[in-house]
C-alpha cells in the first residue's frame, strides 16, 4: 500500500513518484544510485523540453515518461488508478499487487516561512531545505481507500509499516477514513520499520520533519509516534539503548541491522522481519 | 498555412503530423532520411511503452515527444493550437509563422474496402496501401479558419499551394469555410507546384488517390483540379510537353527542376518560384 499523496502534474502528466519507486525497484529495473527513476535511463525528452524553453526542476527520463504518458492516457479514460498501477506493474513482471492507498487526489502540503508549499516544491525544487512547520493533506477528508486497500489489510499476516517518513509516506496512508480503524480491527500484528537510526534519518528529511514536529528523533520518538497502532518495532542494532524502554511501553521490539545498502540487504531484512515471531498484543 | 486534419490523439497525446514536419523542417532539425520527426531522436521512451505491453505502430522518438506532451498540456490548460504552434516554432528559432489551418477539430477519413478509416490508420498502420474509394474531413462544416489563416491569405503577395497531396494535404484548408472566397478575394497571384512528376508522386499515394477520384495523374490533371482558384503551376521540366495544354486553360505555367533531393533543393525551388513574375489574372 503506497502513498499516494505526493502525486502532482508535470507537463499534464500525472506522476506517482512512491508508486513508480516501489514499482520499479520490484521490477528490478530501478536506478540504485538516485532512488528514484529507472536504471540506465536517458534524458532525450526532457532535454527537448527544455528546448522549448522549459526550465526543468524534476527530473524524468525518457523510459520514465512512458510511464507517466501510459498512466495520464488511462486515467484520462476513466480508469482507476490502483487499475492502471496493477496493469502497469504487471506488464514488468511484479507479481505482487502494489495498491496506490486511494483513487482519490490528495496533495502533501507543507509550511514553511514562506507559507504553504506543494510537496514536490517543497522536496524536489527547494531540495528539502525549508523547515517543516507543519503538514496537512489536502482532500485527505473526502478521499477513500480503495476496497483493494481495506481488503489488504483485513487479510494480512503481517502488518508492517516501512522505514519511510511517518510524517509524509506513512501518515497520509494512515490519515485516510477508515485506514486505522481496518488496522486495528486485524488479526494480524503491526510493526513498524524504524527509519530513525542514531537519531537520523538514513535518507530525506524525515529527522528534521519529526523535530519541528516535537517528536523525538530516535528510534524510540518512532515508537511512541505509532504508539497504539503498531504491536511491535524493529530498531538498528546502534539504537539497541532504546529497547528496554520501548519494550517498558508494552511493544515487542526487534533488535537487527536494519540499515539496507541494495537489493541483497532489502531482500535480507524483508525476509528476517517476516521469520520474527510477532504477536498481536 | 498547415493542414491540421491528419492530426490525431496517441497515448492521449495531441500528435499534428504536418505541423511537426513544417516546423522541424524550418528549424533545420528535421530527419532528412524519414520526412518526419527528429534528426538523430532516439526511441527510449517508445520502447519503454512497448516493454509495457503496447505495440506502438506510429513511431514517436523522444525528443519528438517532447513536442507532443508540450503541446497536449497547453491545449489541455485551454490555449488555442495556433497560439501553442507559434510558441513552439519561435522556442526552436523559427521566425515565419506556422499556422494551422483552424483551432477547431478536423478529421480525414478515407474510406476502403475495408469501410471507412481514420487517416493515421491508413497512412501509416496500414502503410496507404488500401485503394482509397472516397475522402471526407469529419468536423469540417463547424470548423472555422483561424483569424490569422485569414489575415495571411489576404496579405499574401503570393500564394503558394506546395506540392503537397492535393485531396488530403490542400483540400482540408480548402475546404474550411471562408478559405476559398479568401483566397478568391486576395490580389495576389495563386500558384500551385504540381505534386506529380512524370505520372507518379515524388511521395507517397497521391498518385493513386487522385487516380481513383478520376482525376488525371499528371501535372495537367493537377492543374485541373485546382482550376478556378489558381492562376499559375510549376510543374516538372519532364512534364513540359503539358504546358501548351495547361496554357490553353488560362494558366501561366513555369517549367523548372521541381524534385527537391534535401534542404538546398527546396531552398533552391522555394527562391526561384518566389522569383518568377506570377501575373493574377
Same mark, same amino acid.
Request: glycine share 8%; net charge negative; with cysteine.
Given at each position: 500500500?503506497?502513498?499516494?499523496?505526493?502525486?502532482?502534474? &508535470?507537463?499534464?502528466?500525472?506522476?506517482?513518484?512512491?508508486?513508480?519507486? /516501489?514499482?520499479?525497484?520490484?521490477?528490478g529495473?530501478?536506478?540504485?544510485?538516485?532512488? =528514484?527513476?529507472?536504471?540506465?535511463?536517458?534524458? #532525450?525528452?526532457?532535454?527537448?523540453?527544455?528546448?522549448?524553453?522549459?526550465?526543468? =526542476?524534476?527530473?524524468?527520463?525518457?523510459?520514465?515518461?512512458?510511464?507517466?504518458?501510459?498512466?495520464?492516457?488511462?486515467?484520462?479514460?476513466?480508469?482507476?488508478?490502483?487499475?492502471?498501477?496493477?496493469?502497469?506493474?504487471?506488464? &514488468?513482471?511484479?507479481?505482487?499487487?502494489?495498491?496506490?492507498?486511494?483513487?482519490?487526489?490528495?496533495?502533501?502540503?507543507?509550511?514553511?516561512?514562506?507559507? =504553504?508549499?506543494?510537496?514536490?516544491?517543497?522536496?524536489?525544487?527547494?531540495?528539502?531545505?525549508?523547515? /517543516?512547520?507543519?503538514?496537512?493533506?489536502?482532500?485527505?477528508?473526502?478521499?477513500?481507500?480503495?476496497?483493494?486497500?481495506?481488503? *489488504?489489510?483485513?487479510?494480512?499476516?503481517?502488518?508492517?509499516?516501512?522505514?519511510?517518513?511517518p510524517?509524509?509516506?506513512?501518515?497520509?496512508?494512515?490519515?485516510?477514513?477508515?485506514?486505522?480503524?481496518?488496522?486495528?480491527?486485524?488479526?494480524?500484528?503491526?510493526?513498524?520499520?524504524?527509519?530513525?537510526?542514531?537519531?537520523? #534519518?538514513?535518507?530525506?528529511? *524525515?529527522?528534521r520533519?519529526? *523535530?519541528?514536529?516535537?517528536?523525538?528523533?530516535?528510534?524510540?520518538?518512532?515508537?511512541?509516534?505509532?504508539?497504539?497502532?503498531?504491536?511491535?518495532?524493529?530498531i538498528?542494532?546502534?539504537?539497541?539503548?532504546? *529497547?528496554d524502554?520501548?519494550?517498558?511501553?508494552?511493544?515487542a521490539?526487534?533488535?537487527?541491522?536494519?540499515?539496507?545498502?541494495?537489493?541483497?540487504?532489502?531482500?535480507?531484512?524483508?525476509?528476517?522481519?517476516?521469520?520474527?515471531? =510477532?504477536?498481536?498484543?
Open positions: 500500500i503506497v502513498n499516494t499523496a505526493d502525486d502532482f502534474e &508535470l507537463y499534464g502528466l500525472h506522476i506517482s513518484p512512491d508508486l513508480d519507486t /516501489v514499482m520499479y525497484t520490484l521490477a529495473i530501478a536506478n540504485p544510485a538516485t532512488g =528514484w527513476g529507472i536504471e540506465g535511463d536517458t534524458r #532525450a525528452t526532457l532535454d527537448a523540453i527544455a528546448r522549448y524553453g522549459d526550465d526543468p =526542476w524534476f527530473l524524468v527520463g525518457d523510459q520514465d515518461f512512458a510511464t507517466h504518458i501510459l498512466r495520464t492516457h488511462a486515467l484520462h479514460e476513466g480508469r482507476m488508478l490502483t487499475d492502471v498501477t496493477l496493469r502497469l506493474a504487471s506488464s &514488468l513482471g511484479v507479481r505482487m499487487p502494489i495498491l496506490p492507498m486511494t483513487d482519490d487526489r490528495v496533495a502533501t502540503e507543507v509550511r514553511t516561512a514562506d507559507g =504553504w508549499l506543494a510537496f514536490q516544491d517543497y522536496f524536489v525544487a527547494r531540495r528539502h531545505a525549508d523547515e /517543516v512547520l507543519d503538514v496537512r493533506f489536502a482532500g485527505i477528508d473526502s478521499a477513500r481507500p480503495s476496497d483493494r486497500v481495506i481488503m *489488504a489489510i483485513s487479510e494480512a499476516e503481517l502488518i508492517l509499516f516501512c522505514p519511510s517518513n510524517l509524509v509516506s506513512i501518515e497520509p496512508i494512515l490519515a485516510l477514513s477508515g485506514v486505522r480503524d481496518a488496522i486495528m480491527a486485524s488479526p494480524a500484528p503491526v510493526v513498524a520499520v524504524s527509519p530513525i537510526v542514531g537519531g537520523k #534519518a538514513l535518507k530525506g528529511p *524525515a529527522d520533519m519529526l *523535530a519541528s514536529k516535537g517528536v523525538e528523533v530516535s528510534a524510540r520518538g518512532v515508537a511512541r509516534y505509532y504508539e497504539g497502532l503498531i504491536d511491535g518495532i524493529v538498528d542494532a546502534e539504537d539497541a539503548a532504546f *529497547a524502554d520501548i519494550r517498558g511501553a508494552g511493544l521490539v526487534d533488535v537487527r541491522n536494519t540499515i539496507m545498502g541494495g537489493r541483497d540487504d532489502r531482500m535480507r531484512l524483508a525476509r528476517e522481519i517476516l521469520d520474527v515471531e =510477532w504477536v498481536p498484543r
